[in-house]
């Protein structure tokens, strides 16, 4: 039984900085893509950034391009998303997920993690 757990959430200033951590048990082998997502309140759920599990290519929604980077440790199963420059409207729920080698949606979700941005 896969499961993705995400840490590192938190309260920070506009133009502050915080790094998630998505953690993997059970058994990530096969693994396509590890990705972040978020849902503000009100608001559905967005794709942030996503990276291959065994090349490392990313790609990042345009919002955050240039301010968030994606990465992983495939020595740990874990996932990061460090962002930096954080915006108010950044404020929002970040889950992580994965999504196994040849299937399009995403097969597996964490719990999510606070991330609010104060102005």
């Known amino acids: 039984q896969v499961q993705l757990v995400e840490s590192g959430g938190g309260l920070v200033q506009a133009g502050g900085s915080l790094k998630l951590s998505c953690a993997a048990s059970?058994?990530?082998?096969?693994?396509?893509?590890m990705a972040w997502f978020r849902q503000a309140p009100g608001k559905e759920r967005d794709f942030v950034a996503h990276i291959t599990w065994s090349g490392g290519a990313t790609y990042y929604a345009d919002s955050v391009k240039g301010r968030f980077t994606i990465s992983r440790d495939n020595a740990k199963n874990t996932a990061y998303l460090q962002m930096n420059s954080l915006k108010p409207e950044d404020t929002a729920v970040y889950y992580c997920?994965?999504?196994?080698?040849?299937?399009?949606?995403?097969?597996?979700w964490g719990q999510g993690t606070q991330v609010t941005v104060s102005s």
């Open positions: 997920a994965a999504v196994r080698i040849g299937y399009i949606n995403y097969n597996y």
């Open positions: 059970g058994g990530t082998s096969g693994f396509g893509r």
